[in-house]
T-cell receptor, first 109, second 115 residues
């Protein structure tokens, strides 16, 4: 049975790079790993998605090792507006969608 | 604007009431989802519809009844709820091709309070 593990919370300061890792064992071999951002009382918002190695877009990078047992979301030079909860989403064996518990990121001035 | 709308945004209902939540997506997606998010807890997937067919039902109590009349609309019918059902109910849609699920677009959610 697939399971995900993320740190419950992280603190950072403006301008720093933040890396959030999600451990996920026994996930489907052919499905994407996706990360979402959620602000209070809003629905999650897509950040980035990847299958393996490294993916980069205008807001983040995603690192996925060859064994796909973890993934790391990297936010460069965070600002106060990046304070939010970050979730990883994986697909378990059998196609079951599994959200991580979420990492509450607090960015301080 | 995410392209996924939900109504109502807030709902207060008694345990004997019957109400429905509505979700509409304008993105041309072929899959829609209902999630429950309780305070300080992660998202719990409730139902998945792909091509208007229910493909996943995560042991949700029968007092929650989904309906997907077409690929753009999704309903969640509620009856005889319990106070512990109070939560934020989120709808999402995505494109699905084979077993690959692409990025989900979420609506703003319905904040449900059961009294």
């Amino acid at each position: 049975l697939a399971k995900t593990t993320q740190p419950i919370s992280m603190d950072s300061y403006e301008g720093q790079e933040v890396n959030i890792t999600c451990s996920h064992n026994n996930i489907a071999t052919n499905d994407y790993i996706t990360w979402y951002q959620q602000f209070p009382s809003q629905g999650p918002r897509f950040i980035i998605q990847g299958y393996k190695t490294k993916v980069t877009n205008e807001v983040a990078s995603l690192f996925i090792p060859a064994d796909r047992k973890s993934s790391t979301l990297s936010l460069p030079r965070v600002s106060l507006s990046d304070t939010a909860v970050y979730y990883c989403l994986v697909v378990g064996q059998g196609g079951k969608l599994i959200f991580g518990q979420g990492t509450e990121l607090s960015v301080k001035p | 604007e995410t392209g996924v709308t939900q109504t109502p945004r807030h709902l207060v209902m008694g345990m004997t009431n019957k109400k429905s939540l509505k979700c509409e997506q304008h993105l041309g997606h072929n899959a829609m989802y209902w999630y429950k998010q309780s305070a300080k807890k992660p998202l719990e997937l409730m139902f998945v519809y792909s091509l208007e067919e229910r493909v996943e039902n995560n042991s949700v109590p029968s007092r929650f009844s989904p309906e997907c009349p077409n690929s753009s609309h999704l309903f969640l019918h509620l009856h005889t709820l319990q106070p512990e059902d109070s939560a934020l109910y989120l709808c999402a849609s995505s494109h699905v091709q084979g077993t690959s699920i692409y990025e989900q677009y979420f609506g703003p959610g319905t904040r449900l309070t059961v009294t």
